[in-house]
């Protein structure tokens, strides 16, 4: 029906209507825009209900040690694929490492002791068990010199090198007296000698490389001197050299000079060192030592201990001649020459060469120098048989690639790689904010888990590590951070040796060069984010569970959404877990989970340990 006051059957609205409702539509949008914006009163009453609500898997984590060989009782309506634990025969499974997969590789250049990664279907879909007895490591200092017997149950060393004093076996642990194979004074005595002529005490040398490490007592003991070192060996015949360090509290990864590059940035270490390495320096056309010279910074540090150095006394000892020997060291120093190395110091066991800070004085006879192709671009790259340039200065004085500050100074002093602007989108700039946001950070995680920045987390490592701002804000004597750069991210592992830490590139795709239950503390930022389209989130949870020990911690920083698909994985796996909002509140995507790993071993009741699935 049309009514007859408007007979086309459309009521008019009056203009002041109209005005009314577009009023009302720009009071609530400038409200909202308020309320967001932080000032309202809405982010508050939103804060208090947060912190009333538990978002939590867990009414509370417990972080502190309580472990005894107890029955795991398995949820009856699990949430999420439960993981069985892997048989015990997988204890100490390395699995890029692993021996049965070396021996099918060419012993040449040590090729068969380098990574060998399993293929997706030879992965393991189980989790690592602690051996029976495992017990929570001793707190550093007391770990640099005693290990539990049932944590690494291998005594094979204290037998092959007990007259060189590595190792001895006392009881229910293992002693560590610091000895070595050319330190038979101890490792202190021959630490000494090499500060005699490095300035190792006043904060010049903070990072350094021990090839061929054995059990890293000369790591040990150069921490006590503030020095981080990167330690390495490879997994062979001496059972557990480097599981032994770590479970000491020592920096260290499986690893071997052979014939790809080592995974550290050029001009990374302030020092490096050979103690009777027995690797074959001249082999190759020296394409060894050639490595280190890659690695070694410009006015750093070369300490070669054991043969051929002092020949004429040991060349019995060794089983080879004077004129092998002699030509030996011959052609050692030949190489340093094209290397421009010179050598300040040789006595007794102990030569010590010192790499020149430029070129400008360098003597090259027609030195085969690498052709450009990214110096750090090393992950799984040939090593190849050529000097790596220094880089270009304007006077004879400076030094190639800039010069550091003394340690602690250069923690936070801005990098030459950041100053001169080497780091696509980072500038002085954004580093020094860099540093304020993970001191924030690191503040919250303390607040979360009060045991982070104790003894109780020695071994720590930080799975995505940026410009090392984690590492750098929980800088302390108490631990020390494995900064992982992964190989599919940006480079920034020159950064984080230039702020006098350490680290290592990685691929998360693959299992880390360590053995189980070597790290106390994991730090995750963004790694799932950067790794959700390249492989599976279970088999990189899996593989932070094999390096975690029980009743560690892991610290994710994601994407809400991204952290809610790790919590379902999670929950299988035995750990604890609790969701935490990002420091600056509920509105921000950012979360923190924070995990906790059960304590339990193979070969208990409730801890079944069939053939992994």
Known sequence: MVSKHNPSGNKKRSPLSIFAVIGLC??????????????????????EVTKQADCSILTNLNFETHHNDVEIVEPSKPKAQVFKPC????????????????????????????????????????????????????????SCDYVHYANVPH?????????????????????????????????????????????????????????????????????KRNVLAMSFAPRDNHEAQVQFALERGVPAVIGVLGSI?????????????????????????????????????????????GPPINWKTYYQVWKRTKEDLKAEQKKIEELAE???????????????????????????????MCKPRGSDDVWYKKMETCITPFPKVSSASEVAGGELKKFPARLFAVPPHISKGLVEGVSVESYQEDNKLWKKHVNAYKRINRLIGTVRYRNVMDMNA??????????????????????????????????????????????FSTYPRTYDLIHANGVFSLYQDKCSFE??????????????????????????????????????????????????????????KQYWVGGIKGNSTSSAE
Not at 180 to 196: C, H, K, N, R, V
Not at 347 to 368: E, L, Q, T, W, Y
Not at 480 to 501: F, S
């Open 87 to 142: 048989d015990v025969k997988y204890t100490d499974y390395t699995p890029c490492q692993e021996q049965d997969r070396a021996m099918k590789f060419p012993r040449d250049n040590m090729i068969y002791r380098e990574r060998h990664c399993p293929p997706e279907e030879e992965k393991l879909h189980c989790l690592i068990p602690a051996p029976k007895g495992y017990m929570t490591p001793f707190e550093w200092p007391k």
């Open 261 to 305: 590059n080592l995974p550290y940035p050029s001009r990374a270490f302030d020092m490096a060192q050979c103690s009777r390495c027995l690797i074959p320096w001249t082999a190759n056309d020296g394409m060894y030592l050639m490595e280190v010279d890659r690695v070694l910074r410009p006015g750093g540090y070369w300490v070669l201990s």
């Open 338 to 368: 094209q290397l421009c190395w010179e050598k300040k110091y040789e006595k007794g066991d102990i030569a010590i060469f010192r790499k020149k800070v430029n070129d400008k004085s360098c003597r090259r006879n027609s030195a085969n």
């Open 466 to 511: 940026g410009l090392g701002g984690f590492a750098a804000a929980l800088e302390s004597p108490k631990s020390w951070v494995m900064n992982v750069v992964p190989t599919i991210g940006k480079d920034t592992l020159g950064v984080i040796y230039e702020r006098g830490l350490i680290g290592i590139y990685h691929d998360w795709c693959e299992g």
């Open 26 to 47: 720009c009071f609530f949008y400038i409200l909202g825009a308020w309320q967001r914006s932080g000032f309202g009163k809405g982010d508050s009453i939103a804060l």
């Open 539 to 596: 088999d990189i949870l899996l593989e932070m569970d094999r390096i975690l020990r029980p009743e560690g911690a892991v610290i994710f920083r994601d994407d809400v959404d991204v952290l809610n698909k790790v919590r379902k994985i999670a929950g299988g796996m035995r750990w604890d877990t609790k969701m935490n909002d990002h420091e600056d509140g509920p509105l921000v995507p950012e979360k923190i989970l924070v995990a906790v």
């Open 155 to 223: 005594k094979s060393l204290t037998v092959e090198k007990a007259v060189q004093n590595w190792v001895q076996f006392k009881g229910n642990v293992f002693k560590f007296p610091g000895g070595g194979t050319m330190f038979p004074q101890g490792a202190d005595a021959y630490i000494d000698e090499l500060a005699s002529v490095i300035p190792i005490a006043d904060g010049s040398v903070r990072t350094a490389l021990d090839t061929g490490c054995g059990v890293a007592s000369w790591g040990a003991y150069m921490l």
